[in-house]
């Protein structure tokens, strides 16, 4: 496994995307409930926010819940946003210890009213803070958020607020949940699914991709530093060729 010493500083991506994935089968092999998988996937989250805090990680975001989770049973949602608020109540203290930002992306206003209240007293908390920037994907879906920046432009050309010829990257990138966040450069996905699940859709597309077969209960340091050197090794192109970069 890679140290944080053998990483390219000047070669980090400024924009971490994690879709975090394999409680539930980590639980289960374990002989437990769904639930304890959630659980034990929160000291996952806080070593990966710790990590990336310290190599200087300008954005993090985590797929936390996402609009289809609603179809889970409703014991385990509800354990979920439990959990959600017990976190962040316990992780305030860090975010402003180590100067973090806490930003949530999706529909929040459609969670639970503990949930929503928390969430905003450490969105509000935390707003002036600037070492990193985690973002929480929470009732986010990137379908539903594509339709509502469609709405809102249609609605600005409708009363002549935007010109449609003027419609461009620039003005959907201003109408998107993570306008104030650079595009990410690199996406993770734990538990080898090789899927995307409905996440940043317009946001990764010049991501690199990197899929281990890690349960997130299980990512460490060390998985994240051999994601970031597995970005670091790639050549990222952007459409041109490889003559072109050089």
Known sequence: MANKEDLIQERLPKHIA????????WAKKRGRIRIFGHEN???AVQNTVKAAAELGIEALTLYAFSTENWNRPKKEVDRLMSLLVSSL??????????DIKLEAIGNIEALPEKTFKTL????EATKNHQKMTLSLALNYGSRDEIINV???IAEKVKNNIINTEDIDQ????EHLYTQNLPEVDLLIRTSGEKRISNFLLWQIAYAELVFTDVLW???KKEDLYDAIIDYQNRERRFGKTSEQLK
């Open 170 to 173: 620039v003005i959907i990138n």
């Open 120 to 123: 905003q007293k450490v969105i």
């Open 150 to 152: 469609v709405k809102n």
């Open 18 to 25: 994690i879709i975090m994935d394999g409680n539930g089968r």
């Open 217 to 219: 209960p299980d990512f």
């Open 89 to 98: 109540n316990k992780e305030l203290k860090t975010f402003v210890k180590n």
């Open 41 to 43: 996937g929160v000291k």
